[in-house]
Structure formats: C-alpha cells, structure tokens
C-alpha cells in the first residue's frame, strides 16, 4: 500500500544551524502538507502546498520556515537558524484532492531535537 | 473556543472488551470531515476512519467504527474487541472549509491503554 516517507527520522541540531527534513508523498498525490507536534501537545498546521506554490500557511509558518517540491517525488521543509522552542515531531502528510472530505495521510515523522 | 474537544485525556479497556473515545466538535460550515488517527508510542500518526458531513451512515472500518451524531457534533470512536497493540494516542480531527480548507485540526487526544 501506498504510504508517505520521511527523512531522517531523527534529527539533532545546534540552535542556530539550518535543517531540512525531506519528505515523499504518496505518487499520485497533489496537495502536500507539513504539521508539528511538540512534545505532549496536540498536532499543529504549519502549511499546504499545491501546484509548486503555498495555498494556505498558519501563523506558526513564519519567514524562519519554507517549502519546496525541488523534483518530481520530494518536498522538503527548511528550518532555518532553529531556534529551542523548534524541537517538536514534524509530520508531512499528502491528500490527492483538496476538499474538507478528503483523507490526509501522514508520514512517520520526524523528530527534531534543538540543543 | 476549541474546534474539537476529547474530554478523555487518558482512558483503560480490558483486552477483547469494546471502548468508546469521545470527541465533539464546534463548526458552522455544513460541510466538513471527521477523522480519527491513532499514534503509537512510536509517533508516527496513522489514518483510521473518516466520517463525511453530509453522509447518511456511521462510518465502520474493520473494528473501529464513528459514532456520527451530527446534531449533538459528536463523533465518538468505537474500537470493538479491544486488541494490546491498539494502545497508543488516538486523536480526532476535522477538516472545514470555512476555517481553510486544506488544513485539519486536531484534538488532545486520548491515550488508550489496553490491559490484558
């Protein structure tokens, strides 16, 4: 069965230093997504992408973070200067239509810890 | 005002026995999607049923099945025969378009403990 991949599945990092945390949707999908849960908290929004272009970000996704689709399979999410308050689980999650009846499905995770 | 409200934050069921998770919900648009996701002490967060707005039956898949009542907006999750692998964090979700469509909004979740 189809699923959704990410990369790596931890990450340690320096405050202050850039990450990238990589993603792979499921093949026949259009509208890509990245959330976070911090520690203990629910999960949050951070931003939709479709069509090579953001449609809808949180007020969490600010300029420290961007998106990107580089090639036809990946999209990456790009912390930069990470900051403590970083450290939380990211999930990327696609759906292949937009729609309040469509099915998000997520990856794994990925768990990022700022030192 | 919260959007989705899982008042359980912890709950326990003997093995085989079936549990009910509560979830209510707080929308004006009449179309939106329910979801229930189960997230292992692993993390990664995994896709277990979804209930339509506008559909006209419960929403059943496998040993877990939604408990719609649409005018109460509660969309409880039932997980019958209760299993030791089903314990984990279970969080219910909505997706609404007037709130920005693409987005889902989620709950605090409920962690499950199943007890043999």
């Known amino acids: 069965e189809p699923e959704v991949t990410q990369t790596p599945s931890h990450q340690v990092t320096q405050m202050g230093q850039e990450v990238i945390l990589r993603c792979v949707p499921i093949s026949n999908h259009l509208y890509f997504y990245w959330y976070r849960q911090i520690l203990g908290q629910k999960v949050e929004f951070l931003v939709s992408f479709y069509n090579n272009e953001i449609s809808e970000k949180s007020e969490i996704f600010d300029d420290q973070f961007s998106v990107e689709r580089p090639d036809g399979s990946n999209f990456t999410l790009k912390i930069r200067s990470t900051k403590l308050e970083d450290s939380a689980m990211y999930f990327c999650?696609?759906?292949?239509?937009?729609?309040?009846?469509?099915?998000?499905?997520f990856g794994p995770g990925t768990r990022l810890l700022v030192l | 005002a919260q959007k989705i409200t899982q008042t359980q934050p912890g709950m326990f069921v003997q093995e085989k026995e079936a549990v009910t998770l509560d979830c209510t919900y707080d929308?004006?648009?009449?179309?939106?999607?329910l979801f229930w996701y189960k997230q292992p002490s692993s993390g990664e967060m995994i896709f277990l049923i979804y209930q339509g707005s506008y559909d006209q039956q419960n929403a059943t898949e496998g040993r877990y099945s939604l408990n719609f009542q649409k005018a109460r907006k509660s969309a409880n999750l039932v997980i019958s025969a209760s299993q030791l692998g089903d314990s984990a964090m279970y969080f219910c979700?909505?997706?609404?378009?007037?709130?920005?469509?693409?987005?889902?909004?989620f709950g605090t979740g409920t962690k499950l403990q199943v007890i043999p």
């Open positions: 979700a909505m997706r609404e378009p007037l709130q920005g469509y693409q987005k889902v909004t």
């Open positions: 929308t004006s648009d009449p179309s939106y999607g």
């Open positions: 999650a696609s759906s292949e239509r937009a729609g309040s009846q469509e099915t998000q499905y």
